[in-house]
């Protein structure tokens, strides 16, 4: 039922791609900041030895970085809360039609998941070819550092994808929880 | 429809503007709906936590958002007034009180490690007026047992050294006792916080050279007036500036830099310290933060948008009985709800961040300094923030609201 549930949510998903674009940009920018930060290491942490205090003003920067993408997940979880509020009627129906809450729930989080995916992928992408395309341009003083680029990746499309299931289950549980005559009568 | 939305219809006469006033008018049915107690204010609060109760999720989700942002703002902020705390030090300590301070061509530089300021050459030749009194200094860094320090020889009393407390805890040394700098035996006396060792000039030169700078003070007489800067160019030949963002001509004779005025209400070492928190909010940490705060803003917009949108219907009921401009009340209220709680949890989750992470970077004043900087701009966020999405729905007729589905 489960697997029921995720194709049924993929399905909705493509129907409702529009309403994704804005958590996948803030999601996005939040990750291409975290990625750039990680793979130009050697370049921040020189800025950051300059200022003094070199070590606590990097590692200032890697959380300040990590905090952006949290605000950036934050809209995919503000997005998932619209969409229940205007599916409460479908949910309902589902309900109605015997369908369990643990699908329902499933479909439900495909959307935050996949805006969460598509936006950290994005943003990594983005700023792992912009840094090799500007380090070949000579626009860019030091070359991205391949570590610390493949880390970057790897970490915002992790914190992206926790944040955005942390985010986003509570109020899809509620919203499955809810008796389905209750969602029909009152669901948009 | 909710019970604050039915209340807020129950108390609108018709024809009325204002049916959250606390004034009666005719048609009133208050003799068979209770009013609700409290002022209009009272009730617009009431109102708007009726709905973010309806909505806790997007509430808390919204919050979160904003929070996350001004943490991260506040977090570069404290780290950029302490940094701008560490200009203000430097040059009280470079200053000790004269007005006019005379760099060599090359200029001046902070060294982060040491925490001071250092010269980049040698004083320029300098001719002062009759009366003045000029002071050399030689500035560097030492490389001394406990670390690097810096060194200013400059006008203490022979014999002795002063230590700020970070000096003196490096150098393993208390007040009274005796250090040793450029072959002299100096007895220690501790002042201020930073790692700087000041003492005679002679003590310093044979550690870190004749790199400084002059310090210039006019007569007891001469003091109030505002153009010291001036009266130095003419007497010595050299240029001055009120400035500290101007630098030294390179190859030039050296600048006099005049701390005594003002510029746009803010002192030399008001602007002196600006160039060091410049450095701050200028650098990825600024621009990583400045991010977070725009996304943070468009979450909140995001917000306010999905709450219009969801309530269309409601609000086309509110423009009907007369009550359109009070919907940008209701969401005004609602908005500074958000921002308020936003703010009060950015900011102690910065403190808490500061005190984990960053220890060193950051005070409890330099943490209130910042959290009161955010404050004070958070207030225009919240209104546009309310602004926005209210205009729009606003733009249409209450029966184009009531008749599309919310």
Known sequence: ?188 | MDRATISADHAAPPGRADPLGDQAGPGRQSATVPRPPGGTGGRLLRFALANITRRRERFVLSTAGIGLAVMAVIVVRTISVGFASSGSASLADVLHGNPLWVVPADGVRYDPGAGTLIAKGVPPALRVPAGWHAQRAVSGVWDSPGGKLGLLGTTVPGGHAVLGSAAARALRTQPGRTVTIGGHRLTVSVSGTGKLVSVPVAAAEPVIGTHGWWTVAPPAADRGRTDLGQLLARASGLPWASDPARHPAPGGPGLIYDTTGTSAGLTFAQRFSALFSGRVTSSALGLVSTVGLILGFVIAVSSFLASVQERRREFGIMSSIGLADEVLYFFLVESGIVFLVAYLAGALAAGAALALVVPGLASLGSWLQASGIVAAYLPAMAIIGALVPVHRLLQQRPVALLAETS
Request: glycine residues 10%; positive net charge.
């Open chain 1, 1 to 188: 039922m489960i697997t029921r549930g995720l194709s049924y949510g993929l399905l909705s998903a493509r129907r409702r791609a529009r309403d994704l674009i804005l958590p996948v940009i803030t999601t996005a920018t939040g990750a291409f900041l975290l990625v750039q930060v990680l793979s130009l290491a050697g370049s921040v942490r020189r800025q950051a030895a300059s200022l003094g205090n070199g070590a606590e003003v990097y590692r200032a920067v890697l959380l300040i970085s990590v905090v952006v993408l949290l605000v950036g997940v934050v809209e995919v979880a503000v997005c998932a809360t619209r969409t229940i509020s205007q599916r409460t009627r479908e949910i309902g129906v589902l309900g109605a039609a015997g369908v369990r809450r643990a699908p329902v729930v499933a479909a439900l989080l495909v959307e935050p998941v996949l805006a969460a995916l598509a936006g950290a992928v994005t943003g990594s992408v983005i700023a792992v070819v912009g840094g090799v395309a500007a380090s070949a341009a000579g626009l860019s003083s030091s070359a991205p550092d391949a570590a610390g680029a493949a880390a970057g990746v790897i970490l915002a499309i992790a914190v992206s994808l926790i944040a955005s299931l942390l985010t986003s289950a509570l109020p899809t549980w509620r919203a499955a929880s809810v008796p389905p005559i209750r969602s029909l009568s009152s669901g948009g």
